[in-house]
């Protein structure tokens, strides 16, 4: 069964305290790899696709990196406004059925001052 | 450029009724899905439209539906609601599908009383 499991389930961190938030993953044939932000009472907003291992893609404080297994979403000197929950997920399968995202459960990130 | 917009924000519904949910997509986005988000389960995946039809379908009963019109916007629906129903329904577009990016709207918080 395709599984997507993330840790730590909570991190808080002091202003300028790097660190790094984990997705492993457990799917047949992954056609994509999804980090989504999410603030409370809103939507996920999109903010990286990793596509195959070994990929990284960087958006301000914000680098994402993609092995076989799992994926990591390094923060790098956060800022309290950095603070939300982190989801990933992935699109996987064959054929036709293919364009679910499997999601876990989310890191909710507080960055204190 | 508008975003995703989902009708209504909040939801009071008693256990026993049904409830109708709408999704307006992006301009262009031809491809709506729907998730149901839950503190225990995360967001799950209900399903997906493209093109007016139903092209992927999650593992929810069938009290669970839904439909898309020829400009695209959404509807879900839910029959004899339970209490268990209640949770934050979020709507995505996308141009083609989940490799193209997925935009999602800010949720229809459902509670079933």
């Known amino acids: 069964e395709d599984q997507v499991t993330q840790s730590p389930e909570a991190l808080r961190l002091q202003e300028g305290e790097s660190s790094s938030l984990n997705c492993s993953y457990t799917v047949s044939g992954l056609r994509g790899l999804f980090w989504y932000r999410q603030d409370p009472g809103k939507g996920p907003e999109f903010l990286f696709t990793l596509y195959s291992a070994g990929e990284e893609k960087e958006k301000e404080r914000l680098k994402a990196t993609l092995t076989k297994k799992e994926s990591f979403l390094h923060i790098t000197a956060p800022k309290p406004e950095d603070s939300a929950t982190y989801l990933c997920a992935v699109q996987a399968g064959y054929g036709g059925a293919t364009n679910k995202l499997i999601f876990g459960t989310g890191t909710l990130l507080a960055v204190q001052p | 450029k508008a975003g995703v917009t989902q009708t209504p924000r909040y939801l009071i519904k008693t256990r026993g009724q049904q409830v109708t949910l709408s999704c307006s997509p992006i301009?262009?986005?031809?491809?709506v899905s729907w998730y149901q988000q839950t503190p225990g389960q995360g967001l799950q995946f209900l399903f997906e439209?493209?093109?007016?039809?139903?092209?992927n379908k999650g593992n929810f009963p069938g009290r669970f539906s839904g439909r898309q019109f020829s400009n695209s916007r959404s509807e879900m629906n839910v029959s004899t609601l339970e209490l268990g129903d209640s949770a934050l329904y979020l709507c995505?577009?996308?141009?083609?599908?989940?490799?193209?990016?997925?935009?999602f709207g800010s949720g229809t918080r459902l509670t079933v009383v």
């Open positions: 995505a577009s996308s141009l083609g599908g989940a490799e193209y990016g997925y935009t």
């Open positions: 439209y493209f093109s007016e039809t139903q092209r």
């Open positions: 301009s262009g986005h031809r491809s």
